[in-house]
């Protein structure tokens, strides 16, 4: 479906902008997270058509008030160091973007792979227990993943919880 493609190529696109962005200068920069969120809110309107379910929505609404309060209460109770408020933004926005399974996916890709990665760099000696390393890409690339592989990773996991 044209539609389909065209909306999943525009969250790709700001979800690749805001990781490149937020790579280069740490900040996720509301030019790229008011489309996004539009975008998502898009994305909630499809759910519920294509479900039919006020549950679905609210299951993902409430999954992205959840989400935004971890992020931001990291945010706030370490003063901006362990966590960006953008990061809640985006985070927020991956949520609803996603609905709940590939948002909880997305969100585990991003942390599995931000540890990797900021073990990597701390054993090679690139970076220091205390370097900031911008989270975006890795939420990005962790959305990115579970549009990608998210419901084969959702079933695999499930059929490994069923056995």
Known sequence: NFLGLTFYL??????LAVAVYDF?????APAFMIPLFLLSLVSLAGQFISSSSIAA?????VFAAVTFAVFAALWFFSKGRAMGFGDAELAAAIALLLGFSKG???LLFAFWAGAL????????????LKSE???????????LAALIWGDAVIQGYLSFLLL
Do not use: E, K
Request: proline share 5%.
């Open 10 to 15: 525009a969250a790709a696109f700001l979800l």
């Open 24 to 28: 280069r200068t740490f900040i996720i």
């Open 57 to 61: 929505v609210g299951q993902t609404i």
């Open 104 to 106: 909880l996916a997305a």
């Open 117 to 128: 990665v900021g073990i990597f760099l701390i054993i090679f000696g690139r970076y220091r």
């Open 133 to 143: 390393i911008p989270f975006g890409p890795f939420l990005s690339g962790g959305a």
